[in-house]
């Protein structure tokens, strides 16, 4: 049983499925970068896991540049952790030869596939930090979460290892490298064990802040489609305080909800292409809200099924989603004023207008004010004109996503990432 044993863990590791004392090359180097390359394959793994909470921020670029729906990220998770798995599994036969004797005689078909797996780990990494380099700040908040049984883990690890360090400690020809392998483990035993003082972490607190309220995020796009009523409606029954969407007008100055803007942006989430032939790459104002109402707006949903979310609907809510079209944004104001829920949106097409009383923001306020809301239950956060607005209608909460702008008009309330702020700053 033991010989057969060997003979695996031999074929797997060097391809060689008979004992074969023949060393190769820098075995050890070798295998100090499998170790390195499983490291990074688990580090980016983590990043993977962690950026999760965002990946429709990857799937909503992907679409733009590629105009089709596929969860990308899905795909490099899976990517991601059968490399992660690949090397760890790797890494194992590895410290097995080294416990059995063997020689370290890892296979070239291996070494090319450590190597794809460290350029594969590159491109990751190069990507997140030129497109996506916020989600690092993700990552570090993280560890206030996770770095308690991270360290946990490590502590693990490297009592397992230790007798194998000792190990090679006694077989080391020379002094250089005695000392070379001693003080290196040193150096890693000293830094798990003090890192501790460095972790700040909730979970090893009993002064939690209360649970924060919850805003509902273009409704509840995991429940339904998103920007529509049931959307909206999903996210009251979640108990939010408050609805967040977007908004753009159309041809006729009637402002609708929808999340992509500019050119193609009826594409991902309507049946433009089957209503209106030829006309799917218009903008927003060659559609009348007539129109832009004719649309289905749900059946993308449930055929994209973009969250993984579809199977836990009901039969019901199904044929419900399959109906639902473009909102107005009239018919959101009625639903948060029976409701008693305020009202935080962008302004997707601002940017383009030209003057306060041609602009989204002119007619928005317009529509707010003819549905009789309350003016405290709208949470203004588009930045142009808003002195306009705040001259019109002075009782909407003035909301700001830059920190300074919000001081120097002595405002009170801030919309920005999760992220962006540390919790000592958020307190």
């Known amino acids: 049983m033991i010989s057969i044993a060997k003979t695996c863990l031999r074929g797997i590791y060097s391809c060689h499925w008979n004992s074969d004392k023949t060393r190769q090359n820098r075995p050890c180097c070798w295998f100090s970068f499998l170790s390195f390359v499983s490291i990074l394959a688990l580090s980016w793994m983590y990043v993977c896991f962690i950026a999760f909470n965002d ?12 105009k089709t729906w596929v969860n990308w990220y899905m795909i ?20 097995l030869h080294f416990v059995i004797g063997e020689p370290l005689n890892l296979h070239w078909l291996h070494k090319v596939f450590l190597f ?19 989600e690092w700040q993700t990552v570090y908040m993280s560890f206030q979460a ?12 490297l009592t397992l290892i230790s007798c194998l360090v000792f190990k090679s400690y006694h077989k080391a020809q020379t002094a250089a490298c005695k000392v070379f392998i001693m003080m290196t483990f040193m150096f890693v035993s000293a830094a798990v064990f003090l890192c501790p003082l460095a972790i700040c972490s909730p979970c090893i607190t009993n002064n939690l802040p209360p649970k924060p309220s919850l805003v509902g995020h273009r409704g509840a796009p995991m429940l339904a489609p998103e920007n529509t009523m049931m959307s909206f409606r999903k996210s009251l029954e979640c108990g939010v305080v408050a609805f967040e969407t977007d908004v753009q007008l159309s041809k006729d100055m009637k402002p609708f909800l929808m999340h992509d803007y500019g050119k193609n942006f009826l594409q991902r989430t309507t049946d433009v292409k089957t209503k209106f032939p030829g006309r799917d790459g218009d903008a927003h104002t060659n559609f009348t809200l007539q129109e832009l109402q004719t649309l289905n707006a749900g059946e993308w ?23 639902q079209t473009v909102p107005s944004l009239s018919e959101l104001l009625l639903m948060a004023k ?3 829920v305020s009202l935080i949106f962008d302004l997707k097409n601002e940017n383009n207008s030209t003057g306060f009383h041609n602009s989204d923001s002119y007619y928005t306020t317009d529509t707010i004010k003819k549905s009789g809301i309350s003016p405290d239950k709208i949470w203004w956060l588009p930045r142009e004109h808003r002195h306009n607005v705040r001259n019109i209608s002075p009782g909407f909460k003035q909301v700001y996503n830059v920190v300074t702008e919000m001081n ?3 405002g009170s309330f801030l919309n920005l990432k999760y992220s962006s702020l540390s919790a000592h700053k958020i307190r």
């Open 55 to 66: 990946h429709t921020d990857v799937n909503d670029l992907a679409f733009e540049k590629l």
């Open 76 to 95: 490099v998770m899976v990517i991601s952790a059968v490399l992660a798995t690949y090397c760890l599994l790797l890494l194992v036969f590895g410290l």
């Open 116 to 134: 794809l797996g460290l350029l594969t780990v590159t491109i990751g990494t190069a990507g997140v930090c030129i497109k996506w380099g916020k």
């Open 146 to 157: 996770t770095a308690p049984f991270l360290h946990l883990c490590a502590v693990v690890a």
């Open 301 to 323: 949903f449930l055929r994209t099924d973009p969250l993984q979310s579809v199977s836990s609907l009901s039969e019901e809510e199904k044929r419900e989603a399959d109906n």
């Open 338 to 340: 029976k409701h008693n």
């Open 408 to 410: 120097a008009d002595g």
